[in-house]
């Protein structure tokens, strides 16, 4: 089959859009307002888009808080879903309003980050402190700028739970990150494998 996607003739239920760019990682982003106000939202777009230096990104349908919060404050946390701590990110990604703490509502320990003025999950196996870089809304082939905010973010700070080494390597399947898929959707990554990549001439 295929679809054009300016009129979505796809003749489905549900638009398969997200569940072909899948998995997507979880960027559980914690924020912190200028009134001293904590957020957490899970945001399914969001990934690295560098090493040196190490850099992340993540976009938002909209102004939602957390992007309030980043652009008030210019930093923010980037918090890792493991497989255990999938129902606390789901409930923190109810509509609470503004002020309202989504690490209280999820039953979650917020923690000051070291370098950054933003909560991270205390519980979480993984954190990425970050200090935003920039925001910008992508634009369409009209030129005009979509409705999703991008904010991108250098990552300054790492925190690692000792539970989640082996080897010396964080190693995955200890800690079984969550993925989102399309539709209602989730994967948790259990097993891995090797391949070695080919060697140039």
């Known amino acids: 089959m295929f679809y054009d996607t300016e009129n979505n003739s796809h003749g489905m239920a549900h638009d398969p859009f997200k569940a072909i760019v899948s998995p997507r990682p979880i960027g559980w982003i914690g924020s912190k307002g200028a009134d001293g106000s904590l957020n957490l939202a899970p945001y399914s777009f969001f990934n690295a888009i560098s090493d040196s230096p190490k850099m992340v990104m993540f976009s938002s349908a909209g102004r939602k808080d957390s992007l309030r919060n980043i652009e008030e404050t210019g930093c ?7 497989h255990d701590l999938g129902n606390a990110m789901n409930v923190s990604s109810a509509p609470a309003g503004y002020g ?5 509502l999820a039953g979650l320990t ?3 980050g070291k370098l950054v003025d933003a ?3 205390d519980e979480a196996y993984a954190v ?16 005009k700028p979509s409705s999703n905010f991008v904010v991108f973010g250098e990552v300054v700070g790492i925190h690692i ?3 989640a080494m082996r080897n010396g390597r964080f190693d995955v399947t200890l800690v079984q990150p969550l ?8 994967a ?3 097993e891995v494998f090797q391949m070695k990549r080919p060697s140039q001439a």
């Not at 309202?100 to 209280?104: A, H, K, R, V």
């Not at 990425?128 to 030129?143: D, Q, R, Y």
């Open 119 to 121: 909560p991270y999950v």
């Open 179 to 186: 993925a989102r898929l399309g539709y209602m959707d989730y």
């Open 128 to 143: 990425l402190e970050c200090k935003v870089t920039e925001v910008i809304s992508p634009k369409t082939l009209s030129g």
């Open 76 to 82: 923010f946390t980037a918090n890792f879903v493991s």
């Open 161 to 163: 739970a000792e539970s």
């Open 188 to 190: 948790a990554v259990t």
């Open 110 to 112: 917020p923690v000051g």
């Open 100 to 104: 309202e703490s989504e690490f209280e």
